[in-house]
């Protein structure tokens, strides 16, 4: 009777699976709409039936930062819900077809899953070419000392997308070209004349100040959205660290650890460190008792004192144990918030990106050596084991775990290591390009 039973649930629960996997083309199909009809409803609503354009004066930055995330949440899912739609057609045959008309299963009409597809397809048209980048293009203003193959004609940098001159066919386009002569790349005129005329003739064009305008705000901006992204990306872990520990881990931790036969140590480095705190106590009591020429304690009195200040060297060791322990919790809660925070702020990302590049590309070449050799310097320099012994260390106080002299000493000998590599690496390969004189600045300042 329970084999009947139970083989009844099995074979219902593999009927609605199937059923499931049969509605999968209509399903995948209805979610791509509603997301396209939700991208109308904020069009006609809110930018009177045009597109959902992020430049736009209508409105705030904070509220066109909003209807922008919503935009990208939406876009993704009409894709997504479209990339299914045409994955599920393809593995429905005829056969998987019948079936579901057995089923019940009733399937939309041709002309109205074309006239749905058709709709998805002119509201999502409008933002294949801008949706990924709409921020992180149009927040852009041409920054000092970037190379011309990496700037656009409208001021926008382009990030590892050179300029590349159509090639034109010849007879002997198969054949090697040959090497210029240095002639050849020189102009009739200096080149410095050349941008004093061109400079001249943007002072003098009448949308000069509009542009300048325009790119002012861009940059101001992005400045607001980069400054703001790295605040949330400091104060969200913070909070949820915190939050998580007083009203999350910590209950359940205390609640685990109210017995008082549980484990105070959490390593033996915890009660090496009360063991010598205690005698340290008995030592200043009888110090103490010799200056002030009192009359000596007796043995009971002293192992009175020494119970009393062991019971709260015990309280404490065990606030500290529990601590660690919710530490340990309440960190993962803070990475869990943090990736999240990443994964979901995509745009931001590439605005803090072109921020970071934009304060890197205006610095002068010797405050870039001196950053560079500052931070060499902290992290893989002469003095560096020092601060990554004492780091490490805290590390392991803050999770409760034994401090590893082995491991911390292994550490030092190699990460700082791999980090100087990778310096030297972005180095050579990366700034002697974009800027050769501060790498002959940085050379000079660190001999």
Not at 131 to 157: E, F, G, H
Not at 409 to 414: C, E, K, N, P, V
Request: glycine letters at 2%; charged letters at 25%.
């Amino acid at each position: 009777m329970k084999n009947s039973v139970f083989s009844q649930k099995i074979y219902s629960f593999l009927l609605d699976t199937y059923r499931w996997y049969l509605q999968t083309p209509e399903r995948s199909l209805h979610q791509a709409y509603d997301a396209a009809l939700k991208i109308k409803e904020i069009e006609n609503k809110h930018f009177n039936g045009n597109k959902i354009d992020i430049d736009s004066a209508m409105y705030s930055n904070s509220v066109m930062d909003y209807f922008e995330s919503d935009l990208n949440k939406l876009l993704k899912t009409a894709k997504m819900r479209l990339t299914e739609f045409r994955a599920s057609r393809w593995f429905l045959n005829e056969e998987n077809q019948k079936a579901a008309q057995k089923a019940g299963i009733e399937h939309l009409s041709p002309s109205l899953v074309l006239e749905k597809l058709n709709f998805i397809d002119q509201v999502i048209s409008k933002y294949t070419t801008t949706s990924a980048q709409i921020t992180s293009k149009a927040l852009i203003v041409k920054p000092p000392n970037i190379p011309a193959n990496v700037i656009s004609d409208d001021n926008s940098l382009l990030v590892n997308t050179p300029t590349v001159p159509p090639k034109i066919p010849t007879i002997d386009s198969d054949k090697k070209p040959k090497s210029k002569l240095k002639a050849d790349t020189m102009g009739v005129l200096p080149r410095s004349i050349l941008s004093t005329i061109t400079r001249l003739q943007v002072e003098l064009d009448p949308n000069s100040e509009q542009e300048v305008i325009h790119n002012f705000r861009q940059a101001q901006r992005r400045t607001i959205i980069s400054i703001r992204f790295i605040l949330l990306l400091i104060i969200v872990p913070l909070l949820t660290h915190q939050i998580a520990k007083a009203f999350v881990v910590g209950p359940l931790v205390e609640e685990f650890r109210h017995n008082e036969q549980i484990q105070i140590f959490l390593n033996p480095e915890m009660e090496e460190e009360a063991l010598v705190e205690l005698q340290r106590f008995e030592e200043k009591l009888k110090f103490e008792n010799l200056i002030r020429n009192a009359p000596p304690l007796l043995p009971d009195q002293i192992e009175v004192e020494l119970k009393k200040r062991a019971v709260g060297l015990a309280e404490e060791f065990r606030h500290e144990s529990s601590n660690a322990i919710k530490n340990v919790f309440a960190d993962m809660f803070s990475v869990v918030a943090f990736i999240w925070l990443l994964v979901v702020s995509k745009s931001s990302i590439a605005v803090i990106k072109d921020f970071f590049d934009h304060i890197v590309y205006g610095l002068s070449d010797s405050a870039k050596a001196f950053i560079i050799i500052l931070f060499t310097d902290i992290f893989v320099g002469f003095h560096s084991p020092h601060g990554w012994e004492v780091l490490l260390e805290g590390v392991s106080r803050h999770w409760g775990l034994p401090a590893n002299r082995d491991f911390i000493f292994l550490f030092i000998a190699t990460f700082p290591v791999i980090l100087d590599t990778i310096f030297k690496y972005w180095i050579f390969r990366y700034l002697n390009r974009i800027s050769p004189s501060a790498v002959a600045t940085y050379r000079n300042m660190n001999e």
